[in-house]
């Protein structure tokens, strides 16, 4: 079955710090991969994709993330965060065999201390 | 920038009444998604639109909720009656249909509290 486990619901760091946020996913076939980021009462914003191709993939925000097939993992990296980073992050999975349907996680909470 | 419109933003209603959220996508998408985040959790998907045809409706519980994009634009998503366990966010999403080869935009939800 189709499945994103987020390791850690709630990440702490200092502002200017570096932050990696996991996403282990289980799929089938040749998975879609997403970062999506949801501040407070909003709706989710896309932060980046993986499709194919290079496997470290630059978002929006100055967030990246790189895919590892061998660890079936899609981690996302920012290498200095800004107290406007703080909000809840969800990894979701789809595939090119269904029109758009995707899988989420259960979310990353950041909070980030000044 | 073009927004999926949602309304209403917040929704209070005590259990076995009924409730509906509309949702109006970017222009010129095909694709209509309603998702269900409830509290602590990833949205989960209760209903896919492609135009007006159901793709994927297998996690909508039907004996109480019901979809509808009668003219493949709007939708309506509707809870008869509301239960407690209802209580969550209901997000709204659109994409131009081309698979997973497009980005869902999302609205910024309707929150229901059932009472």
């Known amino acids: 079955a189709q499945s994103v486990t987020q390791p850690d619901i709630h990440i702490t760091v200092s502002e200017g710090a570096s932050l990696e946020l996991r996403c282990n996913y289980s799929?089938?076939?040749?998975?879609?991969l997403f970062w999506y980021v949801q501040s407070p009462g909003q709706g989710l914003q896309l932060l980046l994709k993986y499709f194919s191709g290079d496997t470290l993939v630059q978002g929006i925000k100055g967030f990246e993330a790189e895919f590892k097939r061998s660890q079936s993992s899609f981690n996302l990296r920012k290498p200095s965060v800004h107290w406007s980073d703080a909000a809840e992050y969800f990894c979701a999975v789809g595939g090119s065999s269904n029109t758009g349907k995707l899988i989420f996680g259960q979310g990353t909470t950041l909070q980030v201390k000044p | 920038e073009a927004e999926v419109a949602q309304s209403p933003r917040y929704k209070i209603t005590e259990k076995s009444q009924a409730v509906a959220f509309w949702c109006d996508p970017i222009?010129?998408?095909?694709?209509l998604y309603w998702y269900r985040q409830i509290l602590g959790q990833g949205p989960e998907l209760l209903v896919q639109f492609q135009d007006e045809s159901v793709v994927d409706d297998s996690q909508l519980p039907k004996d109480r909720f019901s979809a509808e994009r009668l003219k493949g634009v709007d939708s309506t998503l509707k809870i008869q009656p509301a239960e407690l366990g209802d209580s969550a966010m209901y997000l709204c999403?659109?994409?131009?249909?081309?698979?997973?080869?497009?980005?869902?935009?999302f609205g910024e939800g309707s929150r229901l509290t059932v009472l």
């Open positions: 999403a659109s994409s131009t249909g081309q698979g997973n080869t497009g980005e869902l935009f």
């Open positions: 799929y089938g076939a040749t998975p879609y």
């Open positions: 222009s010129g998408h095909a694709t």
